[in-house]
């Protein structure tokens, strides 16, 4: 349980510092430009874990790969951005606490994860939180941010779960798979990016620091935890640490940035954090702590990055 635990820890970092995208992107960034925005975010963290791990995909996971990489990075960057663009940080965040419901769904049809009731009422409960901020502060909605959140949830949702079921190829490491998935949801943005945005905006030092501390730290370190999360993790324990992100928001959007939360919004806030513990906790049918390989994690539990010293 002490290794599992680490496990979760480690991948609880990546939803987390998520949970910082939306005060760096209203406050740091130029704006209205969320495809600029993802495609920055995406391609340069991409290209630098290929150089890092200097590893190409093979075979079948060069489609793969692009399947990935448009889920959790192409579709989704995007799609997050025009949500954090149009709505205030926390509402943003929290909209993507329905994650959960999505991952029990695709789990439960594509990796035969059998729903358990607590796993269930966990994301139920995650989505009810949700609805408590989300309700309380519908004179402020924005239906074209709040649908652009679900959508970019529904995306991430099921590049989690694909993730989760193809696994990794042999010999291939966390790092090198992010690597890949950035590049191609990075590739899969830039034409898009041109077409409806135009040549990019001018820059100054704040947003070059802010596009910087996105796509190092919040994108090359936070999605190579991930999926490395993913891959030692049940999908829906993983994705149930979503609401993770949601609060962080929220508590930046309150210290830093002078947002507001009524008590009900703090109620919801109180109910995704306790649906993520409880999403945790082990069943009692479970046996042992394995990976995605089906290895006992206690002889996977290296935490080095083997694919840096090829």
């Known amino acids: 349980m002490s290794r599992k635990a680490t496990v979760i820890a480690l991948t609880a970092l990546a939803p987390i510092s998520w949970g910082t995208t939306y005060a760096v992107t209203t406050e740091f960034l130029p704006p209205d430009r969320p495809l600029f925005t993802g495609l920055v975010r995406a391609l340069p963290a991409g290209l630098l874990l290929l150089g890092l791990t200097r590893t190409l995909p093979r075979g079948a996971w060069w489609w793969k ?21 149009r709505l205030p940080g926390g509402l943003a965040a929290v909209v993507g606490s329905v994650g959960p419901l999505f991952v029990v769904g695709l789990a439960a049809l594509l990796l035969g994860e059998r729903p358990t009731v607590r796993g269930l009422l966990a994301a139920i409960a995650a989505a009810f939180g949700v609805s408590l901020v989300v309700l309380k502060a519908a004179g402020a909605l924005d239906l074209v941010g709040i649908l652009a959140g679900l959508a970019s949830t529904a995306s991430m949702s099921s590049g989690t779960v694909l993730t989760k079921r193809w696994g990794r190829p042999e010999g291939v490491g966390p790092l090198a798979l992010t690597g890949w998935q950035l590049t191609a949801g990075g590739l899969l943005i830039a ?3 041109l077409i409806v945005e135009g040549a990019p905006p001018a820059l100054d030092g704040r947003a070059v620091a802010g596009y910087a501390y996105l796509a190092l730290a919040n994108t090359a370190v936070g999605y190579w935890l991930w999926f490395r999360g993913i891959g030692q993790l ?3 324990s993983a994705t149930l640490l979503g609401p993770l ?21 703090l109620t919801g806030m109180v109910i995704a954090f306790a649906a993520t513990v409880v999403g945790q906790l082990p069943s009692r049918s479970s046996r042992s702590f394995k990976n995605s390989e089906g290895i006992d994690q206690k002889d996977s539990m290296d935490l080095s990055v083997p694919e840096l010293r090829r």
């Not at 889920?71 to 954090?84: Q, R, W, Y």
């Not at 992100?245 to 939360?261: D, H, Y």
């Open 234 to 236: 049940t999908a829906t």
């Open 245 to 265: 992100s949601p609060i962080t928001a929220a508590v930046i959007g309150w210290a830093a940035l002078g947002q507001a939360l009524t008590a009900v919004q």
């Open 191 to 193: 034409p898009v990016a």
């Open 65 to 85: 790969s692009a399947v990935l990489g448009a889920l959790n990075i192409g579709a989704f960057f995007p799609l997050l951005f025009l949500a954090a663009y």
